[in-house]
Every structure is written in C-alpha cells, then in structure tokens.
C-alpha cells in the first residue's frame, strides 16, 4: 500500500536478533518545511536477551532476562525535532547482580532477586522519555516498586549515523 501512496517503506523481520524476534516497519512520509524527511516507525519485539543489550552499550552486567518491546515513533530524519512515540515495554525474569555495584560499594542481598515481570509504558516528547508507569516486580516479589519520571533523551544525527544520548532521570 505504500507504493501504491508513493511513500517508501520498509519493514525488517528479526531472527535472533540479541537473542531476539520480531518485526519494525518504517515509511518516509515526505518532506516537511526545512526539506528533512518525516518519518514513522513502529514494531514489537519478543526475547531481547538483557546481558546482551547492556554488552552493546558497553557495560559488563550479568543480568539474566528478557525485554518485549512495543513502539511507535514519528520524527525527522535531520533530528532538529526530537521524535514523538509511545512504547510499552516488558521485563521478564530479570536477575539483579549479586552483589551489586553501587557508587558507595558492593551491596550484597540476603538472597538473588528475580523479577518475574516489570513493566514500563510511557511517551517519547521534547527531548524527554515520560515514563507514565513503571513497575518492578509484582505484590507477590520480595523486592517491588512503581515509579514514574522523566529521562531525558537527545537523538542528533551526526554525519551519516544517528547518536542517541539518554540523560538525567
């Protein structure tokens, strides 16, 4: 149906992709004032493996887990304006570090904590991610919470690649 509109797209399956699968999609919805192009992007993804997702952002956690991940996102290819999106996404069976790194030292648990199911549904706006809800954990978890905030989030274009910077929560 893109072609038929004159937009072009593109949609990716993934198989293994950091241990895990699903599909994206992305259309070019034309130009708008300053000649960027727009942009719209949406998918879901099951089994993201968490070890290795913090392998590629550099940081050598051993945290056992998995992430499901639904978006849709709107933007501009230049990233003058940051893009605008909502997502959801889920944790499941995520072990905590023991002991765990602190600035102040290691902290040791009594005992391993897992977290059989987070969850996490917020809005990309302004340079920010809104977390609307988050939850570790369950009632029924030794260790739970909720939280909500803002994270900030700056995605610049730099040369022919696309620099997401997250910030301050």
Partial sequence: ?????????????LKNFLGGNGNLTATLLGKNEEKSNKF???????????EKILSL??????????IELDYEINGEDSFRKQPTGEFKARVLNLK???PLSTPAG????????????????????NGKINIKNGTLGTKSSEVNGRFKG??????????????????RY
């Fill in 40 to 50: 719209s992007s949406s998918g879901e993804i099951q089994g993201l493996n968490v």
């Fill in 150 to 167: 803002f994270v900030d989030l700056n995605v610049r274009k730099v040369g022919n690649n696309i620099n997401v910077t997250p910030g």
């Fill in 1 to 13: 149906s893109s072609l038929l509109a004159f937009k072009l797209g593109a949609s990716l399956y």
């Fill in 57 to 66: 952002l550099g940081q050598d956690l051993k945290m056992p887990g998995e």
């Fill in 96 to 98: 905590l570090p023991n």
């Fill in 106 to 125: 290691p902290f040791d648990f009594p005992k391993d904590i897992i977290w059989k199911n987070s969850n996490l549904f917020g809005k990309i706006e």
